[in-house]
């Protein structure tokens, strides 16, 4: 007889008589660690007339920073800017503020910024 088949009679007949499945703490296995809850948050690193540079960094449940990434944006005449839900100026942009920025159809080009702070 193929052993695969002697298996799952054996499976079958654990779930006959009620015994389940064992945990893996039971089998003898380590469960692998829940990861530390965590958040994004992207703030303004600083503005120019012309560019954007945000930093968006991970933060953990216990408010360590985990990672940073920066990125730089273009600005335009054409880029929409937003502070608290009004209409805005570039100018008005400070760092440290909280912000979304949506990207054009040039990835390097900011065709939309909402800032709040």
């Known amino acids: 007889m193929k052993k695969w088949f002697v298996f ?3 499976l079958l007949a654990l779930v006959r008589i009620g015994i389940g499945p064992i945990s893996l703490e039971a089998a003898g296995i380590k469960a692998p660690p829940t990861p530390t809850p965590s958040h994004q948050e992207t703030i303004i690193e600083s503005v120019s007339a012309k560019l954007l540079t945000v930093m968006t960094q991970t933060i953990s449940s216990k ?4 990672q940073k ?10 880029t929409e800017v937003n502070v608290n ?4 100026t570039v100018a008005e942009l ?4 909280k912000v979304s920025v949506t990207a054009g159809t040039d990835p ?7 800032a709040n702070g």
């Open 85 to 88: 839900g009004q209409r805005a």
């Open 94 to 97: 400070k760092p440290g503020m």
């Open 8 to 10: 799952l009679l054996f």
């Open 69 to 78: 990434t920066s990125k730089a944006f273009a600005i335009s005449p054409f």
């Open 63 to 66: 408010g360590k920073v985990l």
């Open 108 to 114: 390097k080009q900011a065709a939309r910024i909402n």
